[in-house]
């Protein structure tokens, strides 16, 4: 499980870009909605955070109610569908007390920003996260389910691993405290308490997770004892089919999602589910959090970028002896130079160097291919020894003079492996599609035109992926808002009323909620 740590991120242009044009024009008052070859009496969705509702960095009561689940069930219901359930959260805050990683919602608060002397100089708009409101609390049991099966942080193979809702197995990480609330019994998986269900209809949206943990701590791993977090590199464990081996934040094989979900598919089919929709997995680089923060976002003047190029010039003479290439590109006085980052894909020259430039042997300017994190922003152009801007006489400075830490960047070659990882999801997820005759939503493709400079219209309004002002993501950078999720939402209707003639109608994205603002 994730925990996303960020502070201090400065917020402008907080409205929403208005267009005259509109992709929700007809009314659908007199249209008879109905089924079509589907049944969907018995509606449930498996899946992960996105199944969920999750967002602002938790799941929470209202998050959970504009589900993209939820809203398919009230248009399914148009046509015949049941009543749909969720494991609702016991509050508006979410987290869970106790359970380090699992604090509450992030919500938009006034900042102060203070100079190197500490004196407050403005004051800001910043994501800021709430403490935990409860602790876990056990909902489910013997006999009691839910049609909304999402488990936040739950990667493929969790679907199908018995004991992932056991809580005797929370200490030794073998489960996850979601699932814990509703899960049937200790022993059972998300699959079984699925199928148990009967559902005439599903809805299937995993995979996200076997890269995306990977991708949102920079390629690592991270052990915290007695206060002290340690970070190793993570492993793409392509060609690995064991998940028993992999940690955490590992990319996991191909061979083994594409057997996950074949095994989830099975076991619906086994029940008569043979009616439902899938969805492949967006790249992240159509993610806010990893496209909110430049590579190039540290201003110099004309003196400071002298001295440091003067530094930087004797280490890319050492390398250039050994034969290596240059690491260090020539910095200029101008508001847009490169961040300074760890690469541990780079040989490590440290003991080469005099004692003072040692924290640079696996350093090197980043470049336009490297993901700088969103928690990145509140690091960049901050002293770590006094937590302030740096003063006239600072010479440590994160992502300038220090290196931005390996866990806050997804460098180019870590990057270029959760592409290809991704796009091996994808090609499995559309064959399984097309082998088990269901339907198929292109989330990839959504999200990137998501992205693009001209996102996404939706009754004069437009959405796209930028960060708070986009008016589709959530504060945590990864998880949509209401509005995301509806976006999304429709997306699975188009593919369904597509796939079993159908005619479910759209929903409004509009109606749904956005950024809340003090």
């Known amino acids: 499980m994730k925990k996303i740590f960020f502070s201090t991120i400065a917020i402008s242009a907080l409205f929403l870009n208005i267009s005259c044009e509109t992709d929700f024009d007809t009314d659908v008052n007199d249209v ?27 799941l929470y009561s209202s998050g959970q109610a504009e589900s993209y689940p939820s809203m398919l069930a009230g248009q399914m219901k148009l046509a015949g569908g049941g009543e749909f359930s969720q494991p609702l959260m016991p509050n508006d805050v979410g987290g869970f007390i106790g359970l380090p990683g699992f604090g509450g919602r992030y919500n938009l608060q006034l900042v102060d920003k203070k100079d190197h002397t500490g004196t407050v100089v403005s004051q800001s708009l910043s994501p800021v996260q709430a403490p935990a409101a409860a602790t876990l609390d056990v909902i ?26 056991n809580v005797a197995n929370l200490p030794i990480a073998a489960a996850n ?10 022993s059972t998986t998300v699959l079984a308490d699925a199928m148990a269900q009967s559902p005439t209809f599903f809805s299937l949206w995993i995979g996200a997770n076997d890269v995306l943990s990977y991708s949102t701590n920079g390629g690592t791993n991270s052990q915290t004892v007695g206060g002290v977090t340690t970070y190793t590199q993570a492993t ?26 074949k095994t989830v598919l099975d076991g619906l089919k086994s029940k008569g589910a043979t ?23 540290v201003p110099l003047a004309a003196a400071s970028a002298a001295t440091l190029n003067g530094n930087f010039a004797m280490i890319n ?5 050994a034969g290596q290439p240059k690491r260090f590109m020539t910095l200029t006085a101008s508001a847009n130079n490169p961040v300074l980052i760890v690469d541990k894909s780079l ?63 997804l460098t180019k070659t870590e990057a270029a492996k959760v592409q290809a990882a991704t796009e091996a999801y994808n090609t499995a997820i559309k064959g399984l599609a097309d082998s088990y005759g269901l339907a198929f939503v292109d989330a990839n493709a959504k999200m990137k035109e998501l992205n693009s400079a001209s996102g996404i219209q939706w009754d004069g309004v437009k959405y796209t992926a930028k960060f708070v002002t986009g008016g589709a993501f959530s504060l945590d950078g990864v998880h949509p808002l209401g509005r995301g999720y509806a976006i999304i939402a429709n997306e699975f209707l188009k593919a369904i009323n ?21």
């Open 140 to 165: 489910g049991g013997a006999g009691k389910s839910f049609s909304n099966m999402g488990v936040p942080g739950a990667k493929s193979f969790h679907l199908i691993t018995p004991g992932y809702g």
């Open 317 to 321: 003479g050492a390398l250039a002896s």
């Open 32 to 58: 008879v909605v109905t089924s079509g070859e589907a049944d969907f009496s018995k509606y449930v969705a498996l899946g992960n955070s996105l199944t969920a509702g999750y967002r602002d960095g938790a």
């Open 347 to 409: 040989l490590d020259i440290s003991t080469f160097l005099p004692p003072q430039y040692a924290m640079y042997g696996q350093a090197r300017h980043a470049t336009a291919e490297d993901l700088i994190l969103l928690p990145a922003s509140s690091i960049i152009g901050i002293d770590p020894t006094t937590g302030l801007p740096p003063a006239p006489t600072s010479q440590m400075i994160g992502g300038v003079t220090i290196p931005l830490a390996d866990q806050l960047v």
């Open 236 to 261: 793409d464990q392509k060609d690995n089919p064991n998940p028993a081996t992999y940690r955490s934040n590992d990319i996991s094989d191909p061979g083994l999602v594409t057997v996950a979900i």
């Open 275 to 297: 009616k439902g929709v899938i969805a492949n997995i967006p790249y992240v680089t159509s993610i806010p959090y990893f496209t909110t923060v430049p590579y190039n976002p």
């Open 498 to 518: 597509t796939k079993y003639r159908s005619n479910l109608p759209m929903v409004s994205p509009n109606s749904y909620s956005g950024v809340k603002f003090p």
């Open 177 to 186: 405290p979601y699932f814990v609330r509703f899960a049937t019994s200790p």
